[in-house]
């Protein structure tokens, strides 16, 4: 019998058909046989962050349950952006076909430069904390040691626009 982990992803895309960018990756995320979809949020419409330069985004969070390690997971979801069309990005925090991150692994906490679990600025992102309240409001933040309900409570970014897309 194999272990299955709990994972949070957040997919996004603000290039082309932005919710079927998103759609796609999900999807092939949870045919491959090691992955099962267990929850997923609202989809969101969201302003750029950092880099404002560029259109606004289409974000969702995903729970899965999975039988691959972080860094498998890591792998397949790099291997997915690429399937979809994401090229090298040239413009950091730039446009982008899809992006797909992992937010929350279990409760680890992973920082060796390949990957950063949980992921570094998510704490800071209503695009990631209002689609993962959706799902899982009282999921503790294991480095911050509270619910993500309450860093999107007190969260300091009231100027960036995340809209439910069907609202």
Not at 7 to 18: E, F, T, W
Not at 23 to 40: E, F, K, P, R
């Amino acid at each position: 019998m194999t272990i299955a982990y709990d994972a949070y992803i957040c997919v996004g895309s603000n290039l082309g058909d932005k919710e079927k960018n998103c759609q796609d990756g999900i999807n092939s995320l949870i045919a491959c046989d090691h992955t099962n979809l267990v929850q997923s949020s609202r989809i969101y419409r969201t302003d750029p962050v950092d880099y404002l330069d560029q259109d606004w985004f289409i974000n969702q969070v995903i729970h899965i349950s999975t039988r691959l390690n972080p860094f498998q997971l890591l792998d397949c979801l790099k291997q997915i952006e690429r399937a979809v069309g994401r090229i090298d990005d040239t413009i950091r925090f730039g446009p982008r076909i899809l992006d797909m991150d992992i937010i929350f692994y279990e409760d680890r906490v992973i920082d060796d430069g390949r990957l950063t679990v949980p992921h570094p600025r998510m704490h800071q992102r209503r695009f990631v904390l209002q689609p993962l309240c959706d799902i899982q409001p009282g999921l503790i933040h294991p480095v911050h040691r509270v619910s993500v309900e309450h860093l999107l409570a007190n969260l300091n970014d009231a100027t960036i626009g995340v809209t439910p897309v069907d609202a």
